[in-house]
Protein backbone atom coordinates (compact mmCIF):
# COMPACT_ATOMS: atom_id res chain seq x y z
CA UNK A 1 0.00 0.00 0.00
CA UNK A 2 1.82 3.50 -0.74
CA UNK A 3 2.09 5.90 2.08
CA UNK A 4 -0.79 8.50 2.01
CA UNK A 5 -0.35 11.34 -0.05
CA UNK A 6 2.15 9.38 -2.41
CA UNK A 7 0.97 8.60 -5.91
CA UNK A 8 2.08 5.84 -7.71
CA UNK A 9 3.91 7.31 -11.03
CA UNK A 10 1.64 6.57 -14.16
CA UNK A 11 4.18 4.97 -17.03
CA UNK A 12 2.98 6.21 -20.34
CA UNK A 13 2.15 3.72 -22.76
CA UNK A 14 1.10 3.63 -26.17
CA UNK A 15 -0.56 0.41 -28.31
CA UNK A 16 1.55 1.94 -31.93
CA UNK A 17 4.68 1.39 -31.94
CA UNK A 18 6.94 3.36 -31.82
CA UNK A 19 7.90 4.03 -35.62
CA UNK A 20 3.95 4.63 -36.28
CA UNK A 21 4.70 8.19 -34.00
CA UNK A 22 6.54 9.42 -36.70
CA UNK A 23 4.03 8.92 -39.29
CA UNK A 24 1.34 12.35 -39.89
CA UNK A 25 -2.04 11.83 -37.98
CA UNK A 26 -3.83 10.98 -41.08
CA UNK A 27 -1.66 7.76 -41.91
CA UNK A 28 -2.12 6.58 -38.30
CA UNK A 29 -5.67 6.92 -38.71
CA UNK A 30 -5.45 4.80 -41.55
CA UNK A 31 -3.68 2.22 -40.00
CA UNK A 32 -6.26 2.81 -36.71
CA UNK A 33 -9.36 2.40 -39.00
CA UNK A 34 -8.42 -0.55 -40.53
CA UNK A 35 -7.43 -2.26 -37.52
CA UNK A 36 -10.99 -3.99 -37.05
CA UNK A 37 -11.75 -6.94 -39.57
CA UNK A 38 -14.80 -7.04 -41.69
CA UNK A 39 -17.93 -8.16 -40.00
CA UNK A 40 -19.80 -11.44 -40.83
CA UNK A 41 -16.64 -13.34 -41.91
CA UNK A 42 -15.86 -16.22 -39.99
CA UNK A 43 -13.42 -16.33 -37.56
CA UNK A 44 -10.35 -18.07 -39.52
CA UNK A 45 -11.83 -16.55 -43.13
CA UNK A 46 -8.41 -15.67 -45.01
CA UNK A 47 -8.77 -12.50 -44.48
CA UNK A 48 -8.78 -12.61 -40.58
CA UNK A 49 -5.54 -14.18 -41.05
CA UNK A 50 -4.23 -11.07 -42.60
CA UNK A 51 -5.92 -8.61 -40.24
CA UNK A 52 -3.71 -10.47 -37.81
CA UNK A 53 -0.80 -9.81 -39.70
CA UNK A 54 -1.51 -6.44 -40.16
CA UNK A 55 -1.49 -5.46 -35.95
CA UNK A 56 0.99 -7.12 -35.90
CA UNK A 57 2.91 -4.80 -37.67
CA UNK A 58 2.03 -1.94 -36.26
CA UNK A 59 0.26 -2.79 -32.67
CA UNK A 60 2.47 -3.48 -29.74
CA UNK A 61 0.80 -7.47 -28.60
CA UNK A 62 -1.31 -6.37 -25.20
CA UNK A 63 -0.09 -9.79 -23.78
CA UNK A 64 3.36 -9.27 -24.76
CA UNK A 65 4.28 -6.28 -24.57
CA UNK A 66 6.36 -6.14 -27.32
CA UNK A 67 5.65 -5.91 -30.96
CA UNK A 68 5.29 -9.66 -32.63
CA UNK A 69 7.31 -8.89 -36.17
CA UNK A 70 7.38 -12.41 -36.84
CA UNK A 71 3.97 -13.25 -38.31
CA UNK A 72 4.02 -17.21 -36.92
CA UNK A 73 5.57 -16.60 -33.90
CA UNK A 74 3.78 -17.83 -30.86
CA UNK A 75 1.70 -15.15 -28.78
CA UNK A 76 -0.74 -12.24 -28.83
CA UNK A 77 -4.23 -14.06 -28.11
CA UNK A 78 -6.36 -13.86 -31.23
CA UNK A 79 -6.54 -10.18 -31.91
CA UNK A 80 -2.50 -10.24 -32.86
CA UNK A 81 -2.24 -14.12 -32.37
CA UNK A 82 -0.13 -16.17 -35.11
CA UNK A 83 -1.07 -16.13 -38.57
CA UNK A 84 -1.71 -19.20 -39.85
CA UNK A 85 -5.06 -21.84 -39.06
CA UNK A 86 -5.41 -25.20 -40.45
CA UNK A 87 -6.96 -23.91 -43.85
CA UNK A 88 -4.23 -21.02 -44.51
CA UNK A 89 -0.62 -22.50 -43.03
CA UNK A 90 1.17 -19.23 -44.38
CA UNK A 91 1.13 -16.09 -45.62
CA UNK A 92 1.69 -17.15 -49.17
CA UNK A 93 -1.73 -18.88 -49.00
CA UNK A 94 -3.67 -16.51 -47.00
CA UNK A 95 -3.22 -13.76 -49.84
CA UNK A 96 -3.64 -16.27 -52.79
CA UNK A 97 -7.58 -16.98 -50.75
CA UNK A 98 -7.49 -13.50 -50.04
CA UNK A 99 -7.45 -12.40 -53.91
CA UNK A 100 -9.74 -15.84 -54.79
CA UNK A 101 -12.90 -14.69 -52.42
CA UNK A 102 -12.45 -10.87 -52.45
CA UNK A 103 -15.72 -10.50 -53.36
CA UNK A 104 -16.65 -11.54 -50.48
CA UNK A 105 -15.26 -9.50 -48.46
CA UNK A 106 -17.15 -5.84 -47.89
CA UNK A 107 -15.34 -3.27 -50.47
CA UNK A 108 -15.51 -0.90 -47.52
CA UNK A 109 -13.35 -2.98 -46.02
CA UNK A 110 -11.34 -3.88 -48.94
CA UNK A 111 -10.50 -0.35 -49.08
CA UNK A 112 -9.11 0.57 -45.51
CA UNK A 113 -7.17 -2.67 -45.98
CA UNK A 114 -5.42 -2.06 -49.54
CA UNK A 115 -4.47 1.83 -47.76
CA UNK A 116 -2.86 0.54 -44.71
CA UNK A 117 -1.01 -2.08 -46.91
CA UNK A 118 0.46 0.71 -48.99
CA UNK A 119 1.39 2.78 -45.63
CA UNK A 120 3.09 -0.33 -44.25
CA UNK A 121 4.51 -0.80 -47.76
CA UNK A 122 6.41 2.72 -47.74
CA UNK A 123 6.71 3.07 -43.82
CA UNK A 124 7.50 0.48 -42.37
CA UNK A 125 10.77 0.59 -40.35
CA UNK A 126 11.14 -3.34 -40.59
CA UNK A 127 12.82 -3.58 -44.19
CA UNK A 128 11.19 -7.47 -44.85
CA UNK A 129 7.84 -5.96 -43.27
CA UNK A 130 8.05 -3.18 -45.30
CA UNK A 131 8.71 -5.48 -48.64
CA UNK A 132 6.11 -7.77 -47.39
CA UNK A 133 3.34 -5.45 -47.42
CA UNK A 134 4.48 -3.19 -50.61
CA UNK A 135 4.49 -6.25 -52.30
CA UNK A 136 0.83 -7.12 -51.21
CA UNK A 137 -0.55 -3.60 -52.08
CA UNK A 138 0.98 -3.69 -55.60
CA UNK A 139 -1.03 -6.92 -55.95
CA UNK A 140 -4.38 -5.62 -54.31
CA UNK A 141 -4.31 -2.71 -56.56
CA UNK A 142 -3.43 -5.09 -59.27
CA UNK A 143 -6.20 -7.02 -59.03
CA UNK A 144 -8.64 -3.86 -58.61
CA UNK A 145 -7.45 -3.06 -62.48
CA UNK A 146 -5.22 0.05 -61.21
CA UNK A 147 -2.22 1.32 -60.53
CA UNK A 148 -0.33 1.99 -57.32
CA UNK A 149 -0.18 5.49 -55.85
CA UNK A 150 3.72 6.57 -55.69
CA UNK A 151 5.14 7.33 -51.97
CA UNK A 152 5.28 10.95 -52.57
CA UNK A 153 1.70 11.29 -53.72
CA UNK A 154 0.14 9.15 -50.61
CA UNK A 155 2.20 11.60 -48.40
CA UNK A 156 0.74 14.29 -49.92
CA UNK A 157 -2.69 13.24 -49.93
CA UNK A 158 -2.30 12.05 -46.31
CA UNK A 159 -0.31 14.64 -44.89
CA UNK A 160 -1.94 16.53 -42.79
CA UNK A 161 -2.78 19.46 -45.07
CA UNK A 162 -6.60 20.56 -45.83
CA UNK A 163 -6.17 21.85 -49.02
CA UNK A 164 -4.43 19.02 -50.24
CA UNK A 165 -6.19 16.40 -49.03
CA UNK A 166 -9.52 17.99 -50.89
CA UNK A 167 -7.71 18.20 -53.52
CA UNK A 168 -7.25 14.21 -53.72
CA UNK A 169 -11.00 14.16 -52.70
CA UNK A 170 -14.05 13.14 -55.65
CA UNK A 171 -16.73 14.19 -53.26
CA UNK A 172 -15.01 16.00 -49.97
CA UNK A 173 -16.52 16.10 -46.63
CA UNK A 174 -18.05 19.16 -44.90
Known amino acids: MEPK ?3 KEMKTRCVLQEWVLGLTYMQQSVLIAAVRGPDGMRKNHPVKVLCRWLRRS ?3 SAFDGKALL ?3 EPGGGSFTGPCRTEEVPDLA ?4 LYLEHVDE ?3 HFQLHFLHAAQI ?3 KHADPEVRSWWHDLYVRLVNDAHLRPESEERMDSRLGDREDTWREAEEVPAR
Open 58 to 60: FLV
Open 93 to 96: HAVV
Open 5 to 7: GQE
Open 70 to 72: DPY
Open 120 to 122: LGY
Open 105 to 107: IPH
